[in-house]
């Protein structure tokens, strides 16, 4: 399975309270943590495919190999990690009460060499999987609707699908990067808009 079915388990892991309570490796141990010069806890996300509960307030730095290097400010609780992978790692957040994914932010190597390249094989996998594609610049793309492979980082760490009920914002920046923010349920939209808001807000470079 995909991406969905891996993004559903992590959000009923974690509002059935089984998530961790802090970051660790794949090998159980905790990952480093600093205190940036804002006073903020920063730690490295942990390489790994497994659910993380992260912190509030907590900044988090992109997994080791992941160029170009960022920083993510938790805005708020509730929100997990489940892949991290030198070429992409997503951060995401169930609907509240339910196991089900509310919005999963993923940060993408692309398998193409530039922006424009990425945009456009995503653009044509949405087309190719009966999605609804609008341009709204040259570097960032809607997609609605759909059934099909979507966009897929470098080394295949992350793999998204259009979704019948769903959208997709990809935005590409040079690197090259792209941010995915994926929605699998539009009856959502106002709440995972606004959560996704905040969180793309706390996105700088490293």
Same mark, same amino acid.
């Given at each position: 399975?995909? @991406?969905?079915l891996?993004?559903?388990?992590?959000?009923?892991?974690?509002?059935?309270?089984?998530?961790?309570s802090?970051?660790?490796?794949?090998?159980?141990?905790?990952?480093p943590?600093?205190v940036?010069?804002?006073?903020?806890?920063?730690e490295?996300?942990?390489?790994?495919?497994?659910?993380l509960?992260?912190?509030?307030?907590?900044?988090?730095? /992109?997994?080791?190999?992941?160029?170009?290097?960022?920083?993510?400010?938790?805005?708020g609780?509730?929100?997990?990690?489940?892949?991290?992978?030198?070429?992409?790692?997503?951060i995401?957040?169930?609907?509240?009460?339910?196991?089900?994914?509310l919005? %999963?932010?993923?940060?993408?190597?692309p398998q193409?060499?530039?922006?424009?390249?990425?945009?456009?094989? %995503?653009a044509?996998?949405?087309?190719?999987?009966?999605?609804?594609?609008?341009?709204?610049?040259?570097?960032?793309?809607?997609?609605?609707?759909?059934?099909?492979?979507?966009v897929?980082?470098?080394d295949? /760490? @992350?793999a998204?699908?259009?979704?019948?009920d769903?959208?997709?914002t @990809?935005?590409?920046?040079?690197?090259?990067?792209?941010?995915v923010?994926? %929605?699998?349920?539009?009856?959502?939209?106002?709440?995972?808009?606004?959560?996704s808001a905040?969180?793309?807000?706390?996105?700088?470079p490293?």
């Amino acid at each position: 399975m995909r @991406i969905l079915l891996a993004v559903l388990l992590a959000a009923a892991a974690l509002t059935s309270g089984c998530a961790s309570s802090s970051p660790k490796s794949s090998d159980g141990t905790s990952a480093p943590a600093t205190v940036g010069p804002s006073g903020r806890r920063v730690e490295t996300l942990p390489l790994g495919k497994d659910d993380l509960a992260l912190e509030a307030g907590t900044t988090y730095t /992109s997994p080791d190999g992941f160029e170009p290097a960022l920083h993510v400010t938790v805005p708020g609780p509730g929100w997990n990690s489940t892949h991290r992978g030198s070429d992409a790692f997503d951060i995401g957040r169930p609907v509240p009460g339910a196991d089900a994914a509310l919005v %999963v932010v993923a940060f993408l190597t692309p398998q193409e060499a530039s922006t424009e390249d990425a945009l456009a094989t %995503v653009a044509q996998r949405a087309k190719d999987a009966g999605a609804k594609v609008d341009q709204a610049n040259p570097s960032e793309l809607h997609v609605s609707g759909g059934s099909g492979p979507l966009v897929t980082s470098r080394d295949g /760490s @992350i793999a998204l699908d259009a979704v019948p009920d769903g959208y997709a914002t @990809i935005r590409a920046a040079d690197g090259p990067l792209l941010t995915v923010t994926w %929605v699998p349920d539009a009856k959502n939209r106002k709440q995972a808009d606004q959560r996704s808001a905040q969180l793309t807000a706390a996105v700088q470079p490293a």
